[in-house]
């Protein structure tokens, strides 16, 4: 058996079982990390030594959570302790953390094993691993194109089985955009309901750390472990965690299925639209009402994201000035050190963006810009509150196309943009939305189906998923590396 092909549900199968032990996993997975990493570029680092010896601990320790011995790989913007932090940037290169985030310390305290810290456009800022300060990731369904953005590296690693399970963080469709791209699960819970503590900050009222998984059962039992509220984080809501795990069988007979036809648009790669189209033909089968709605201002929503986000991104990487940690240039004075020290240690997207908030932001402009799309981001919400009040869930495309070609879009960036179109929406509003794999191009390429709930409904979001995903057999594909 090829260890490293299992997802955490079935190795927690066959660890509580006794056929197997972690060493066995770790072994697989490490073996399958050396024979393809080289080709995927999924992992910025790995911990190998940490990972064994976490693995010697957990066999005589009495603590036994709901993890235990289960390898999974971190996105390189969630701090870790004592494990260099880099978001795939030279700006921290070397940085440290002296502390834990609050997702890998509740991942700790239920046994998982760290593998390593995965790729990522630097600072989270892309859709396609392009932008990354180290190198490129590439897609394990076809190396010559994009694993997605900014998570791709966690969902390469997931696609790759280089890991069981991944997290990722989100902001504009960063967990579910590369997953579509790659094959595979990925969840972004309802803005508030996982800490970003930890979490290096793009753009606070947005960014949402969350799971990528090999099926929509692994994402709920990882989002059972680091969902909760959190003091250290004031945005973090005090809601009871329910088990995410407990009502995944139960029947979507009944259910209302919201399509909005505002996401079946010119530009929706016909391959892709037949795609979901099938499956919500399955969902119909299965006995959802299929409904109509309307969410009017989705065509505002990628303007509006592009303000708000950049305009957050240079009030929070204004921290970054050579002064306290990372990077730092020489300067013939202070002045000339931070700048030098910025020119030098931000990538080209990562200084679009912040001249691009700092416009947004300037005086004169505030208005114009700023204030206006907040406006349009409560227009957006209420579009979804709007819709949820006929049905139970809405279904989309995850994305507009199937993976790109590396080197396609870099010097287009209103075009790398438009990549997100379906999923920025989810951000500006929210609510919780996942992406699961419902077929596959002419090419090979996966096409991800999105499937967005009520705010704290994860529930019913993932219940619909693996539904669906329990009638076909998308989500058994791998790629043929």
């Not at 690693?157 to 989100?170: I, N, Q, T």
């Not at 069988?249 to 639209?273: Q, T």
């Not at 794999?437 to 619909?464: A, N």
Request: proline share 4%; net charge negative; aromatic share 8%.
């Amino acid at each position: 058996m090829e260890l490293f092909r299992l997802g955490i549900s079935e190795a927690l199968h066959l660890l509580d079982k006794g056929e197997i032990s972690s060493r066995d996993i770790l072994d697989s997975v490490f073996s399958r990390i050396e024979a393809l990493d080289d080709r995927v570029g999924a992992f910025i680092s790995l911990a190998r030594d940490q990972a064994y010896d976490r693995m010697e601990y957990l066999k005589v320790s009495e603590e036994r959570g709901l993890l235990s011995g289960i390898p999974l790989a971190i996105k390189d913007n969630i701090c870790i302790k004592g494990i260099e932090t880099t978001c795939a940037s030279k700006m921290l290169k070397g940085f440290i953390p002296p502390y834990e985030s609050s997702v890998t310390e509740r991942l700790l305290q239920d046994g998982y094993i760290l593998l390593g810290k995965t790729n990522l456009d630097e600072f989270a800022m892309g859709s396609s691993t392009e932008n990354s300060g180290c190198f490129v990731t590439h897609n394990p369904w076809d190396l010559d194109r994009v694993p997605g953005g900014s998570s791709g590296g966690s969902a390469a690693a997931v696609a790759a089985d280089e890991c069981l399970g991944a997290l990722g963080s989100d902001t504009g469709g960063s967990i579910r955009q590369p997953a579509a791209f790659c094959g595979v699960v990925g969840f972004k819970p309802t803005y508030g309901r996982v800490s970003r503590y930890g979490l290096v900050a793009f753009a606070s009222s947005l960014d949402q750390i969350g799971p990528i998984t090999k099926n929509v059962r692994d994402a709920a039992l990882l989002l059972n472990v680091i969902s909760g509220h959190d003091p250290r984080d004031s945005t973090s809501v005090s809601l009871e965690v329910p088990d995410f795990t407990a009502g995944l069988d139960r029947e979507i007979r009944g259910l209302k299925i919201g399509v909005p036809k505002e996401y079946f648009i010119e530009g929706l790669d016909p391959e892709v639209e037949q795609g979901i189209k099938d499956a919500i033909g399955v969902l119909e089968r299965l006995g959802a009402e299929i409904v109509e709605v309307s969410l009017p201002h989705t065509g505002y929503a990628v303007a509006t994201y592009y303000i708000l986000a950049t305009s957050e991104a240079s009030s929070n990487l204004a921290r970054f000035d050579g002064v306290k940690y990372g990077f730092r240039a020489d300067g013939k004075d202070l002045i000339d050190m931070y700048m030098e020290t910025r020119a030098q240690g931000f990538g080209p997207e990562v200084k679009r963006r912040i001249m691009l908030g700092t416009y947004a932001l300037s005086a004169g402009y505030y208005d114009a810009y700023y204030k206006k799309a907040q406006q349009v981001r409560t227009l957006i919400k209420l579009d979804f509150e709007e819709a949820f009040k006929k049905v139970d869930v809405i279904v989309t495309p995850t994305t507009p196309t199937a993976a790109f070609r590396i080197g396609d879009k870099v010097s287009d960036p209103l075009q790398m943009y438009l990549s997100d179109i379906f999923t920025i929406s989810i951000n500006l509003a929210g609510v919780p939305a996942l992406s699961s794999p419902c077929g596959y191009t002419s090419e090979g390429l996966p096409v991800g189906l999105q499937v967005i709930g009520k705010h704290f409904d994860e529930e019913t979001v993932l219940r619909v998923s693996h539904a669906y995903e329990q009638s076909t057999d998308w989500h058994t594909k791998r790629p043929g590396l």
